[in-house]
């Protein structure tokens, strides 16, 4: 099973300046040491699971919405919402959508039964790498 991470935003100019290089630490960090380590059962048997981060103007809290079933790509997707005005607004973005980020995966495999400690030991190696690291700040020209 491979998870994928991708970012997709419903609302004009409502978006988290995030580098695709942390989406990719997250996505490499989160495969080797939950998905590697822990038996995921998706609820389609033989899929790949797709979390799409998004947000929009109404979002206030973080949820988790899914599974949708793309039978065509074999991807079970679910819809990470995370608080828009909350994220934006902090004094460090980039370390408030990482603890929005890990809230909702704490979340979601709680209910695949991974424990906590296994979720925050990504967060925190992830945070360790991109905080404070000039090779993982956004920049506007990179799509």
């Known amino acids: 099973m491979k998870l994928f991470l991708r ?58 919405k899914g599974p949708v079933k793309d039978g065509q790509n074999k991807m079970e997707g679910y819809g990470i919402w995370l608080p828009y005005e909350r994220i934006i607004k902090a004094d460090n973005m980039l370390q408030e959508f990482l603890d929005c980020f890990f809230e909702a995966m704490l979340l979601f495999f709680k209910k695949h039964n991974v424990p906590d400690e296994a979720i925050l030991r990504v967060k925190k190696e992830v945070e360790e790498e991109v905080l404070n690291n000039e090779e993982y700040v956004y920049v506007e020209s990179e799509f």
Request: glycine share 4%; no cysteine; proline share 5%.
């Open 7 to 64: 970012e997709f935003y419903s609302d004009l100019g409502y978006e988290f300046k995030i580098s695709w290089k942390v989406m990719k630490f997250m996505r490499q960090k989160l495969s080797d040491i939950i998905f590697n380590n822990h038996p995921i059962a998706p609820k389609y048997p033989g899929f790949d699971i797709n979390f799409n981060i998004t947000t929009n103007r109404n979002t206030e809290f973080i949820e988790i």
